[in-house]
C-alpha cells in the first residue's frame, strides 16, 4: 500500500470508530503506527483532522470534508479491484445505520442470505432512532423510514419498500377508556407520540376519498420505536406504528389495531448513502439484497 493509500485508510478508519487502538487492531497496525501515521497526514496537509482527548476523537471541520472526499477515492479504488475480482468476492466493512425496531424486526433477518452469499464482508450495525450525520459517523449506508419528502436529498437514495401504518392499544387501555370508532374519537384518548418520527401530533387518515386530520393528545412522547411499543403494551395510550413494528404483538393478542376502515398514507422505506449517486459495489449488492427482500416482505 503506497503511503498515501495508507494513510487515507488509517484516517477513515480512525474517524469512522472513533478510537486509534480500533483501527489499529482492523488495520493490523501498531496503535504507535496509527498515531503516526495520523500525524504525518496532518503535517502534509498543514492542518488538524481530528482532535484527540483522553476520552474521545472527533472531526475538525477541516476532517470532515477531507473524510467525504477520501472515502469517495478509497471507495473508487475498491470499486475497480471489485470489477475485476468479480461481484461473488465482495470483501471489507460495510457500516450500515438503521432504526432500532425496523432495524431489528426487518433488516437484521434480512441479512442472512447475502452474508452467506459473501463470507468476506463484514456488516457494523449503528442502531438507533437519532438520525447520524452519514459522513461524520462514517456511515457507508443508512436506512430511513419516512413519511413525505426524504430530507437527505443531498445523498444518493433508492426507495426500498412501503411499509403500513396503523394505530394500536392494548386491550387492557380499550377496556378501561373504550374503542374509538372514528378519527375524532383519538381526540378524548390518550395518545403516545414518537420525538423526531413520523408520529405529529395531527394524524391524517382517509376513509374512501375523505381525508380527515384529527390533533390527537399526546401523554406520554418517546424518543424510540421500541419505547413507543412497550408503552401501548402496558395500557399507557394510543399509540402511531407501522405494521412491522407492531405484527408480533398483534399476532398474540397483545395490540389490538382499531380504526381499520381508515387508512394513514404508508412510510416509505429508503436506502440512503453519503458516497454520492453512485456508491461502491459492496454497497450497491446489499441495496439490491434489501430491496427484493424488504420489497417482497412489503
Request: net charge positive.
Amino acid at each position: 500500500m503506497s503511503d498515501r493509500w495508507q494513510e487515507m485508510t488509517v484516517f477513515v478508519r480512525v474517524a469512522e470508530t472513533g478510537s486509534l487502538s480500533r483501527a489499529a487492531r482492523e488495520l493490523k497496525l501498531s496503535q504507535p503506527s496509527v498515531s503516526r501515521i495520523i500525524g504525518t497526514l496532518e503535517g502534509r496537509l498543514g492542518t488538524t483532522l481530528l482532535l484527540r482527548t483522553t476520552r474521545s476523537i472527533s472531526l475538525t471541520e477541516a476532517g470532515a470534508v477531507y473524510l467525504e472526499r477520501t472515502k469517495r477515492l478509497l471507495a473508487e479504488m475498491e470499486e475497480a479491484e471489485q470489477a475485476t475480482r468479480g461481484i461473488d468476492s465482495l470483501h471489507g466493512v460495510i457500516r450500515l445505520a438503521m432504526p432500532l425496531m425496523y432495524g431489528t424486526r426487518a433488516i437484521i433477518p434480512a441479512l442472512t442470505p447475502f452474508l452467506v452469499r459473501h463470507p468476506d464482508l463484514k456488516v457494523e450495525l449503528v442502531m438507533s432512532d437519532t438520525r447520524q450525520n452519514l459522513v461524520t459517523d462514517g456511515v457507508d449506508l443508512a436506512i430511513r423510514i419516512n413519511v413525505g419528502s426524504l430530507d437527505d436529498s443531498t445523498f444518493g437514495a433508492r426507495k426500498l419498500a412501503l411499509v403500513e401504518r396503523l394505530v394500536v392499544a392494548a386491550p387492557s387501555y380499550l377496556a378501561a377508556r373504550g374503542v374509538p370508532a372514528t378519527p375524532a374519537d383519538l381526540a378524548r384518548h390518550d395518545c403516545i407520540l414518537q420525538h423526531g418520527s413520523f408520529g405529529s401530533e395531527s394524524w391524517r387518515f382517509k376513509h374512501s376519498k375523505t381525508v380527515t386530520s384529527v390533533d390527537v393528545r399526546p401523554r406520554i412522547w418517546i424518543n424510540s420505536a421500541p419505547g413507543v411499543l412497550a408503552a401501548a403494551v402496558a395500557g399507557l395510550g394510543v399509540a402511531l406504528g407501522t405494521r412491522v413494528m407492531a405484527g408480533e404483538e398483534l399476532r398474540t393478542g397483545q395490540l389490538t389495531q382499531l380504526l381499520n376502515s381508515y387508512r394513514l398514507d404508508p412510510a416509505e422505506v429508503y436506502a440512503v448513502f453519503p458516497a454520492g449517486p453512485r456508491p461502491s459495489a459492496k454497497v450497491r449488492a446489499m441495496v439490491d439484497h434489501l430491496e427484493e427482500k424488504l420489497g417482497t416482505a412489503a
